[in-house]
């Protein structure tokens, strides 16, 4: 069982479409963060977000942190094919092993 | 443009074999993780060091996985007996912490094959 959830695990879109990924768990991170992950590469840092309702932009990706900072979602507005590849959350707990914990992504395929 | 490197980037193996992983960190920063990554489990943490000192390996079967860093510029994860259930690819990370924040940085990835 995965302790970070993300839906839906595949997502294939025209071009200009707008979509929306999610990422739950129930246990509380003190951070999360969003990485895209391109075939035989591996996965670079988009976003941390820290504060609970916290909202973060990156050009056409705005991040959420939910309230309770038990989740998160990934908005994209006007999906380009460079969009494609595999979007990952990951949650920072600072009691336990005080290590990133990764959710089981959602691969976008952006179609031209 | 500084990046994590490893070596080597494909490796097809016969079980039973040792396999050695290598990953040279970005310059400067203090901490070298280890991740596997695999269809069913997605992306495990293996290992991680801070300063070269292992922090946590909690994440590797012990018995046959081993985890080094003999200096700022290398770490190695070794497997030693290779098992077909050792598949996947392997991710080197090094990261730091600025501002409050941490920042962590993935290398190309090891694809691992046991047969």
């Known amino acids: 069982t995965q302790l970070l959830e993300q839906s839906p695990q595949f997502l294939s879109i025209q071009e200009g479409e707008n979509l929306t990924v999610y990422c739950n768990s129930s246990?509380?991170?003190?951070?999360l963060q969003w990485y895209r992950q391109e075939p035989g590469e591996g996965p670079v840092l988009l976003v941390t977000v820290v504060t609970g309702g916290e909202v973060k932009k990156l050009k056409r990706l705005t991040f959420q942190f939910g309230d309770a900072r038990k989740d998160s979602s990934l908005h994209i507005t006007a999906a380009q094919p460079g969009d494609t590849g595999l979007y990952l959350c990951?949650?920072?707990?600072?009691?336990?092993?005080?290590?990133?914990?990764f959710g089981s992504g959602t691969r976008l395929q952006v179609q031209p | 443009d500084a990046r994590v490197t490893q070596t080597p980037r494909h490796k097809v193996t016969e079980m039973g074999q040792e396999v050695t992983m290598r990953c040279q960190p970005i310059l400067g920063h203090n901490t070298v993780f280890w991740y596997r990554q695999t269809m069913m489990q997605g992306l495990e943490l293996l290992a991680y060091f801070r300063n070269r000192a292992p922090l946590d390996d909690s994440g590797m079967p012990k018995d046959r996985f081993s985890a080094e860093m003999p200096d700022a510029t290398l770490a190695t994860l070794k497997i030693q007996p290779s098992e077909p259930r050792d598949s996947a690819v392997y991710f080197c990370?090094?990261?730091?912490?600025?501002?409050?924040?941490?920042?962590?940085?993935f290398g190309p990835g090891t694809r691992l094959t046991v047969t």
């Open positions: 990951a949650g920072f707990m600072d009691t336990g092993r005080r290590a990133l914990t």
């Open positions: 246990s509380v991170f003190s951070s």
């Open positions: 990370a090094s990261g730091l912490v600025l501002s409050g924040q941490a920042f962590k940085y």
